[in-house]
């Protein structure tokens, strides 16, 4: 796993072990010093067995095998403030699945598969219809009993797979990075994305300002920012 900045993670049988830049705590290493090699980190004295992490600008999050979540750093995420130790996140789901972070807002699916946000939303990248940060996650914006396959996070949009294998989009669009109809720069509430092939998605991946979304049938769809050639297009 690495972040939009440098910061680098890798798990190994239940561990995690960070590297990279450090200047928020987001190592997890209880300081601010960078790490040139993988350290290990210790989430608690019990240490929990580390699944999966998502990891921010200056934030990161470790989700244990058992579905907690611990956060750790903040800066601008938090109004300027730093979780300095990782902690267990406040609210929210009881248990979570998969973390996704983004350039300084997270997104969570929950063992029901429902999709809630935290973090900044200038953008609206939070899909809760409106632009108010929260630290606390809430519920996205999606239609009424909605579940989700998987989310991924650009600096500040974030694209979703919904169960019906419908993909939906929604934060900042200055770029294209929606893959909308539209030339709004911004979407606060999630927005379908529609495309030729009736084929189904089975996975997207974003940049800090592009997206690429991989159907049944092989083919790779890419949209957004293409400053340098990372749309791939002819």
Same mark, same amino acid.
């Given at each position: 796993?690495?972040?939009?900045?440098?910061?680098?993670?890798? !798990?190994?049988?239940?561990?995690?072990?960070?590297?990279?830049?450090?200047?928020?705590?987001? *190592?997890?290493?209880?300081?601010?010093?960078a790490?040139?090699?993988?350290? *290990?980190?210790?989430? /608690?004295?019990? /240490?929990?067995?580390?699944?999966?992490?998502?990891? +921010?600008?200056?934030?990161?999050?470790? &989700?244990?095998e058992?579905?907690? #979540?611990?956060f #750790?750093?903040?800066?601008?995420?938090?109004?300027?403030?730093?979780?300095? /130790?990782?902690?267990?996140?406040?609210? %929210?789901?009881?248990?979570?699945?998969?973390?996704?972070a983004?350039f300084?807002?997270?997104? &969570?699916?929950?063992?029901?598969?429902?999709?809630?946000?935290?973090?900044?939303?200038?953008?609206?990248?939070? %899909?809760t +219809?409106?632009?108010?940060?929260?630290? !606390?996650?809430?519920?996205?914006?999606?239609?009424?009993?909605?579940?989700?396959?998987?989310?991924?996070?650009?600096a500040?949009?974030? #694209?979703? !797979?919904?169960?019906?294998?419908?993909?939906?989009?929604?934060?900042?669009?200055?770029?294209?990075?929606?893959?909308?109809?539209?030339?709004?720069?911004?979407?606060?509430?999630?927005?379908?994305?529609?495309?030729?092939? /009736?084929?189904? !998605?089975?996975? #997207?991946?974003?940049?800090?300002?592009?997206?690429?979304?991989?159907?049944?049938?092989?083919?790779?769809?890419?949209? %957004?920012?293409?400053?340098?050639?990372?749309? %791939?297009?002819?």
């Open positions: 796993f690495s972040s939009l900045p440098s910061s680098s993670y890798l !798990i190994e049988n239940g561990n995690v072990f960070s590297c990279g830049r450090n200047d928020a705590f987001q *190592l997890g290493q209880k300081d601010t010093s790490r040139y090699t993988p350290t *290990l980190v210790q989430l /608690n004295s019990s /240490n929990p067995r580390v699944k999966s992490v998502g990891a +921010g600008y200056q934030h990161t999050l470790f &989700l244990s058992s579905g907690e #979540v611990y #750790v750093g903040g800066g601008p995420y938090i109004q300027n403030k730093f979780v300095k /130790n990782p902690a267990p996140l406040e609210g %929210g789901p009881k248990k979570v699945k998969f973390v996704a983004g300084s807002h997270s997104m &969570l699916i929950d063992e029901d598969n429902y999709l809630w946000g935290f973090g900044t939303n200038s953008y609206g990248e939070l %899909g +219809g409106d632009e108010k940060p929260t630290f !606390i996650p809430m519920k996205v914006a999606l239609p009424p009993n909605t579940t989700v396959l998987s989310v991924a996070c650009g500040n949009f974030t #694209v979703c !797979i919904t169960s019906s294998n419908e993909v939906f989009s929604w934060g900042t669009n200055t770029l294209g990075q929606l893959g909308v109809k539209s030339n709004d720069p911004k979407k606060i509430t999630p927005t379908k994305v529609e495309f030729q092939e /009736n084929k189904k !998605i089975i996975s #997207v991946a974003c940049g800090r300002d592009h997206c690429l979304a991989l159907n049944e049938a092989g083919i790779i769809h890419s949209w %957004g920012c293409n400053n340098d050639g990372q749309l %791939g297009l002819t």
